[in-house]
């Protein structure tokens, strides 16, 4: 299962892929939009984790182009910000959201449930 | 007992009659509501008494003027026609003693019979008469008729007699008899032909003098009697005196026309005198005529009216307090009622402002807060995977505890931030349609009240065409009252506040709040936006009304700017759009 993960928090992002990748979970990470674009581009993926709130390109509208791509591409959202209402335009699509600070077990639960 | 009595009164108080609840003291308009009671009472009890008492005084005093001027006419009227009686009387014994003189000459007078005769005949036309007597130049008496023998007596040293003979005429005191009934003496002075002269002279009784006066006495209030000009009392009084003794009041002074006067501080009440001293046309007597009225006795039906004008106006006076009382009671609760619940709902507002700006501040600290929350969960869960996944540490239980620690702090970190963010999606926005001319006048009608006491005039003026205008009419309606209790604040009694509502371009509302108050300095401008900046005094405001302000206008994506000049005044302006589209928040959140 490959894993692209995508947030302007380059810290968080580099803490999270290695995490994920030491649970033998292949994972990528990128910090803008426009980068999450071309990887996509270049490379199959099976899951998009991203941030919703990001400069340039925003979450949702990374989304959308996303499926644009790839309609068979899953996707998690994250925020930062608690408001459940911020995900309604692109949830729809996404597979689920998860707010910041997130529990990197639940995270787990949700890409076995996509693999599985 | 006492206790339960002043609990029962006060089931009675009205409920202003407790002060006003210090918190609601910044909201309300007046906060001693027992004082404005009881000013209220005093000045409609004073203008509806006050003329009430005046015009009744003013009657009394006409009533008692026009009473006593009747009472001395009256009495007046008494004494003139009593003095021409007693008058006559005199007048009419001098003009017999002269008739006699000039009929019978001083020959037939000293007869001894002829005068027993004559006296005998003037008994019988005149009656009253005692005895007659002839009395010569040196005072002696030459002829005498009557009960007693007084021949050969010299009068030559008594005061009559000198009296007499440089008068022509005498009248005496009246005085006690050898009989012991008052006598007046009456003598004419006569000349014979040779040239001397003598005096006849007669004593009279006075029982028809006192019959006479006795007529004229009218009710048991009245007395009417004669004092000589020493005050000695002459004829029977009722009531001031026996007779020959001086008389209890004070003697009037000499007129020569018939007076009367009111004396007010006699021991037995106020009187009415009236008085005439009596001369005759050819001589004067001592005589003074009294005529003495109570008036207390006289004033019988009119004490009965006045009676009833007190009562009547008694009872006046303790309705008008009663209905005056009950009145402003009325209105006064009425006020403190209106007072109180504009006080409640500003408080309430005033409240809800703070819950709001703590929401912003809460969504504020947990937006900033979660990212690096994030970042220290992702590092310390990292740690946490080198020891147990790499196993490298996997024995080293205590470091294992203390990263444990850090993840467990985060989560809790994480709680708070979540339920401080599930706080102000209460504040979010509920889009619906808005009045907004009705809106605008809502909000003024809080201040409608405080615009009369403080003379303030409000201008509104909403253009027609805005219609349609969608927004949260909650937040937009804060904003306003917000605005206008600014502009309130800043004014002074006397000045103009305008709203004004206009379409600007196609799809924004732009609405304007200027008033011509204190204003602001340019250097506190660029500030008043941010919370907890405030010019008001402490405890006077928190800073946040125009920091909550600006939240909303931006939550409702509208624009707010500010023009002031100092003393001169203050004008907002809020643009808001007129449709209010999802997107716009969508971006908003992604942007932040």
């Known amino acids: 299962m490959k894993v692209l993960l995508v947030d302007d928090e380059s810290k968080f992002a580099v803490m999270l892929s290695k995490r994920l990748n030491l649970r033998g979970i292949d994972t990528d990470y990128v910090h803008t939009g426009k980068d999450a674009l071309e990887m996509v581009g270049q490379n199959r993926y099976d899951v998009v984790i991203l941030d919703v709130k990001m400069p340039g390109i925003s979450g949702i509208e990374l989304q959308r182009r996303l499926m644009d791509m790839d309609p068979a591409l899953k996707t998690i959202l994250l925020t930062g910000h608690g408001s459940h209402d911020d995900f309604k335009a692109g949830s729809a699509e996404a597979v689920c959201y998860l707010s910041k600070p997130l529990k990197i077990e639940k995270l787990l639960q949700i890409l076995h449930q996509i693999e599985g | ?592």
């Open chain 2, 1 to 592: 007992m006492i206790a339960k009595f002043r609990r029962a009164l006060r089931a009675f108080q009205p409920k202003f009659y407790r002060s006003v609840s210090a918190h609601y003291n910044p909201y309300v308009t007046f906060t001693n509501y027992r004082r404005i009671w009881l000013i209220g009472i005093f000045l409609l009890i004073a203008t509806a008494l006050l003329p009430l008492l005046v015009v009744t005084a003013f009657h009394y005093q006409l009533i008692q003027n026009s009473i006593d001027s009747e009472l001395i006419l009256r009495t007046e009227r008494v004494a003139s026609n009593a003095r021409r009686a007693v008058t006559f009387f005199l007048e009419e014994g001098l003009d017999a003693l002269r008739f006699t003189v000039n009929e019978f000459g001083y020959g037939r007078l000293t007869d001894p019979d002829h005068l027993q005769e004559i006296l005998r005949n003037l008994k019988l036309g005149f009656g009253g008469l005692t005895d007659l007597s002839v009395i010569s130049q040196q005072g002696l008496q030459i002829a005498y008729a009557g009960p007693f023998k007084l021949e050969g007596r010299d009068y030559s040293d008594q005061q009559w007699f000198i009296q007499c003979r440089k008068q022509n005429l005498y009248i005496s005191d009246i005085f006690r008899g050898y009989r012991d009934v008052p006598h007046v003496i009456i003598a004419v002075k006569a000349f014979r032909n040779d040239g001397s002269y003598f005096i006849f002279r007669a004593t009279l009784e006075t029982e028809r003098l006192i019959q006479i006066l006795d007529s004229y006495k009218s009710g048991a209030y009245a007395d009417i009697f004669i004092v000589n000009r020493q005050g000695f009392i002459q004829t029977p009084s009722a009531h001031y005196g026996d007779i020959f003794e001086k008389m209890s009041l004070p003697l009037p002074s000499y007129s020569s026309r018939t007076e009367a006067v009111i004396y007010n501080d006699i021991g037995s009440g106020p009187i009415i005198t009236g008085y005439a001293y009596i001369s005759t046309q050819l001589a004067h007597t001592p005589f003074i005529l009294m005529v003495v009225k109570q008036k207390q006795g006289m004033l019988g039906p009119w004490q009965e009216l006045r009676s009833k004008i007190t009562w009547f106006v008694g009872c006046g006076i303790l309705i008008v307090i009663l209905v005056m009382t009950l009145t402003c009671t009325y209105m006064v609760n009425r006020l403190y009622q209106a007072d109180t619940a504009k006080a409640e709902t500003m408080a309430l507002m005033e409240q809800n402002n703070q819950l709001v700006s703590m929401g912003q501040l809460a969504a504020g600290v947990a937006h900033e807060i979660n990212n690096p929350l994030a970042l220290i969960n992702e590092t310390a869960g990292y740690i946490k995977d080198l020891f147990v996944i790499k196993h490298q540490y996997k024995d080293d239980k205590e470091l294992l505890e203390n990263i444990d620690a850090i993840i467990d702090a985060v989560d809790r970190c994480g709680t708070i931030t979540k339920q401080l963010l599930g706080f102000t999606r209460k504040f979010d926005p509920k889009i619906q349609q808005v009045d907004l001319a009705r809106l605008i006048s809502e909000v003024l009608a809080f201040h409608k009240k405080e615009a009369e006491y403080r003379n303030i005039e409000v201008y509104v003026d909403v253009e027609g065409d805005i219609s349609g205008l969608e927004t949260d009419q909650g937040k937009l309606q804060q904003i306003l009252v917000n605005l206008v209790n600014n502009a309130f604040q800043a004014m002074d009694d006397g000045c103009i506040l305008e709203v004004r509502a206009a379409a600007e371009e196609a799809d924004r509302v732009r609405l304007t709040i200027s008033d011509n108050g204190c204003g602001m300095p340019e250097d506190t401008l660029p500030k008043i936006f941010e919370p907890f900046f405030t010019t008001k005094e402490k405890d006077q405001g928190t800073g946040l009304g125009l920091a909550i302000t600006y939240g909303l206008v931006t939550k409702l994506h509208g624009k707010i700017a500010v023009e002031s000049r100092e003393n001169e005044g203050t004008t907002f302006v809020v643009t808001l759009p007129k449709q209010f589209k999802e997107e716009m928040r969508e971006n908003e959140s992604s942007s932040g």
